[in-house]
């Protein structure tokens, strides 16, 4: 019985050269369906924070420019995203009330600084600006026109008002706020010269 079972190891026995031979097959016929198999998908990149205001520019820590949020979900949008103040420059007749109202609504502390166009970009406007930047406890703020045009000018003309900040400076910051069709005022205000044209293309010659 015993030389049976001796007999039966014997009889199983794989020889190294084939079992190493069938390890061989074995792993090349696992890696050829790892290589089958489909590629792994990478997960969709993620896409970028959708905008708070129109033409949204963040030229100061902690502050925003643009133009307003058309709608009380707009507000909600500013408030969930931590912001506790929304400064207001648009005049009067852009609804004033129904803005209030939304942002209010919405959590956010509403101050309205009227600015329809280059006259009321003024030393009083700028030092109501001044006093809402200057307290800690109104940030996150929101400075919003209907384009951040205004938001740009007033922003410009307070930091060479009332900040000491030069020039230069003040303009470049005027224009990371959204500046544009008002900067030929806000460069006298600040007693630059006008912006330079660029020099005219020359005529194609005559064939």
Known sequence: ???????????????????????????????????SLPPTVAPPASEPPALLLVNERNPLEGVLTGGAPKDLEGFRELAAAGFHTFVDLRADAESLAEARGAAEGAGLVYESIPVSGEAEIDLASARRLEAVLDDVTRYPIAVACSSGNRAGALLAVESFWLDGV????????????????????????LGLPPAQEPPAKPAAPTP
Request: charge should be positive; avoid cysteine.
């Open 1 to 35: 019985m015993a030389s049976e079972s001796r007999g039966l190891s014997r009889a199983i026995r794989v020889p190294p050269g084939l079992a190493a031979a069938v390890l061989a097959l074995l792993t090349g016929t696992a890696a050829a369906a790892a290589d």
């Open 166 to 189: 030069s020039p230069e400076a003040a303009l470049a910051l005027g224009k990371s706020a959204g500046l544009t069709r008002l900067e030929p005022s806000v460069r006298l205000l």
